[in-house]
């Protein structure tokens, strides 16, 4: 660019004067520090009004805080350059000339459009720039050495783009892209990498902004000849508008085609036309529901949620445009820059060249604190953000699918953040028909891990019943009661055959056999538990020196039958009334082709399954209150500990991670990860609580003696067991009176004790 010709373009500006859309200053202090803001009210992109309150909340932030520019004030004139060059190039002129004003920087432009012939102009009044979303690759050219940016070069967008192709394997596709030199230079860029990464473009078509209608249909027209159903969009949002409406009429929004697009058409509301009705504006949401796009990333971490709060509530809004953050930087950015220099004696009163030159290489050496980090430049005046793919839903908000990020151009596709200006959950309501479906199919290791773990489980049941049965006349085993512990063991052995069943791809049968299983494993064992912690807590309680004997007999009367009865009456109840129906689960994960579905068993009302959790899980809490109860009477074989650990472990994954597996919307292989896991733990952690310390003893030879002497008494109830009753009329074997034994040991003082067993052993055959 020669000199001639910045003396041309700034003649050319002065011809007429623009007002800036509003200052915070009133430009009569001396201690007033002045930028000048760029940002598109109206034109092809006005995201204007949803970003410049971020360089309000900076500058209102900096002003407020004395550490800053101490006995300075940061002031800004705002202007509404419409996304027009000339627009632009008259404002910068009017700002400088303007004796109130002593301009020290530029805080945009938004359009690269108006960036472009700016940065030229400005370079005649040694002004810098710091734009928040000026993406044209062409910007960084050395030609525009006083132009930096927050945001990333569309060349890598472009880049981008391709990765996300790769991983969608989406492999043929058409491109429409604007003239303008942005839209231009970004489709080029993807254009060189598109060949590496196996894309064939079936057709490429590009148009003057604003074209007529009927440029658009037959262009349009001409895409649906080629047979890609993918299409690549590079344009301004005003553009888009028109180009969706026509695609519906063309029949290029039908199910099977998927559209592809960048921040410059992926804004708030961008099909929103103010001059048509709510209905119409209605109708050109639906065309563009599943449209998807790249926008820069939001930060993450503490500073930024603290952000988010401050600019909502200073805003009014009720969500955060992808761009905000940047405005706010370049605010604060300046202001570290002028605090430097006055720290190091300069003098803002003397507005000279050497000034401005020391703003311009400060921001060049920047490692300034910013939002996503310290703000550091690259060669190419750019700092490199990456870039979150999202989709249009139903409802018109912006839902996140991907991170993408382009450093050094090495893209990949990561974890999502949800932040910001998305609601904080994976996508439900992208139309999948648009695509073929691809049915998810859990990972092979995680499959057999569980699978392993689950086959080990039940060969350990298999050998712990056997083990029972074996010694089931040993006092050690015979006092903790063989029946309760065979159920136990079937519990457990209902659990781990529930993984197996989970583990090949959910059908319909393995939905409805998984749930019978699942809860009859719980009531089968839990109950169990419950019954023997029961007794104790019903016995021990007793303070007379009678003995209440409750047989295994009365606790499955009144415990375990009614208990599996009410479970698998209220499953056969729900499952008439409201059978789980095997359902394609559209959810998009972090990472997942948007085509991929997920089978899930679910009912019209999930109240079914929320019920029976509260009950088990009710249950459960009256479980833990007896296991607490009970937890420090003493037993020779010490049951009352090893019954309460177990059920604490069947508390903490029964109540906590089953119905969290539940609540949250996860991935087919996390949900199932979990609930395996809660199920194999729970199991593992119940049979080794109650059989480890048993048949570790049973090591003694002295623990496996199977005791049946006879003993004589006139016990006539052992209900109704008094010291002076005893008599020689009734024959008993004395392992009967282990249990009775046991708990009058605890309840009658040692004397009292000690003389009982001697009676007793008196009467021993």
Not at 9 to 34: H, K, M, Q, R
Not at 161 to 166: D, G, T
Not at 348 to 357: A, D, I, P, R
Request: include cysteine.
């Amino acid at each position: 660019m020669t000199r001639m010709l910045r003396k041309l373009l700034l003649v050319a500006c002065i011809l007429v004067y623009i007002t800036p859309v509003f200052s915070t200053c009133n430009g009569t202090n001396d201690n007033e520090l002045w930028i000048i803001g760029l940002f598109p009210h109206s034109g092809g992109w006005d995201v204007g009004p949803l970003v410049e309150p971020g360089a309000a909340l900076a500058i209102q932030e900096i002003n407020e805080d004395d550490s800053i520019l101490p006995g300075n004030e940061l002031c800004i004139a705002y202007y509404d350059t419409e996304c027009n060059a000339a627009v632009g190039l008259r404002q910068v002129v009017e700002s400088v000339n303007n004796e109130d004003l002593d301009v020290l920087g530029i805080i945009g432009a938004g359009c690269s459009i108006v960036s472009t012939p700016v940065s030229l102009l400005s370079q005649a009044f040694d002004l810098t720039m710091i734009s928040w979303g000026s993406t044209s690759p062409a910007l960084a050219n050395d030609l525009y050495y006083n132009f930096y940016r927050l945001v990333n070069s569309d060349s890598r967008q472009g880049v981008a783009w391709s990765y996300v192709l790769e991983h969608y394997n989406w492999m043929k596709v058409a491109t429409l892209n604007s003239q303008q030199e942005l839209h231009s230079l970004l489709t080029e860029a993807f254009f060189e990498v598109a060949p590496d990464a196996g894309i064939e473009i079936l057709e490429s078509r590009s148009f003057a902004p604003h074209s007529p209608e009927e440029v658009f249909r037959t262009h349009l027209e001409s895409i649906k000849k080629s047979k890609a159903t993918i299409i690549l969009l590079a344009c301004y949002a005003d553009d888009a508008r028109t180009i969706f409406r026509i695609a519906k009429d063309v029949g290029l929004l039908e199910p099977g085609y998927q559209w592809l697009t960048t921040d410059s058409v992926l804004i708030e509301n961008f099909w929103i036309d103010s001059e048509l009705s709510d209905e119409e504006n209605d109708e050109l949401l639906e065309n563009v529901v599943g449209l998807m796009g790249l926008n820069p990333h939001p930060p993450t971490g503490d500073n930024y949620e603290e952000f988010l709060d401050n600019f909502l509530e200073f805003s009014g809004f009720s969500k955060v445009d992808s761009y905000v953050p940047f405005p706010y930087e370049a605010a604060y950015l300046f202001a570290y820059v002028f605090d430097d220099i006055i720290e190091e004696g300069g003098d803002f009163s003397e507005y000279n060249s050497e000034l401005l030159l020391d703003i311009r290489q400060k921001i060049k050496e920047s490692s300034y604190p910013g939002l996503f980090g310290d703000i550091v430049f690259n060669e190419e005046r750019e700092r490199s953000s990456d870039y979150i793919l999202q989709t249009i839903g139903f409802d018109g908000e912006k839902l996140d699918v991907s991170r993408v990020n382009p450093e050094n151009f090495d893209v990949y596709l990561s974890e999502v953040n949800f932040i910001g200006s998305t609601r904080e959950e994976p996508i439900t309501d992208v139309p999948l028909d648009a695509l073929p479906t691809d049915v998810y199919t859990k990972p092979q290791v995680l499959v057999i891990s569980l699978s392993v773990f689950a086959g080990i489980g039940v060969l350990i049941s298999l050998i712990l019943l056997y083990g029972i049965y074996t010694f089931r006349n040993v006092p050690r085993i015979k006092s903790a009661s063989p029946n309760f512990l065979y159920e136990v063991v079937i519990g457990a052995i209902l659990a781990f055959c529930t993984v197996f069943i989970m583990v090949p791809n959910t059908t319909q049968i393995s939905c409805i056999i998984s749930l019978f299983l699942g809860h009859n494993a719980f009531g089968i064992a839990f109950t169990a538990l419950f019954a023997k912690s029961w007794r104790l807590y019903a016995i021990f309680k007793r303070k007379k020196l009678d003995v209440k004997v409750i047989t295994d007999l009365d606790l499955q009367i009144r415990f375990i039958v009614p208990t599996i009865l009410v479970i698998n009456v209220y499953l056969i109840i729900w499952v008439i009334a409201d059978l789980p129906v095997l359902t394609t689960d559209t959810t998009i994960f972090p990472g997942e082709a948007i085509n991929v579905v997920h089978m899930r068993c679910i009912s019209e009302n999930t109240f079914w399954k929320f019920l029976l959790f509260a009950v088990e899980g009710i249950w459960l809490l009256i479980g833990v209150f007896l296991s607490y109860k009970t937890r420090g009477y003493e037993s020779k074989f010490n049951e009352a500990s090893a019954i309460a650990l177990s059920i604490y472990n069947i508390l903490f994954f029964g109540i906590v991670i089953l119905p969290v597996s539940q609540l949250l919307t996860l991935r087919e292989d996390q949900e199932f990860l979990l609930q395996s896991a809660a199920l194999i733990l729970t199991s593992y952690g119940v049979l080794s609580s109650l059989f480890i310390p048993k048949f570790w003893a049973l090591r003694n030879p002295e623990e496996r003696i199977e005791r049946k002497t006879t003993i004589k008494t006139s016990i006539s109830s052992i209900n109704d067991f008094r010291i002076d009753t005893i008599g020689t009329n009734l024959s008993i074997d004395a392992d009967d009176l282990n249990g009775p034994m046991e708990q009058l040991r605890v309840i009658l003082p040692k004397s009292i004790y000690n003389t009982l067993l001697n009676n007793l052993a008196d009467l021993t055959e």
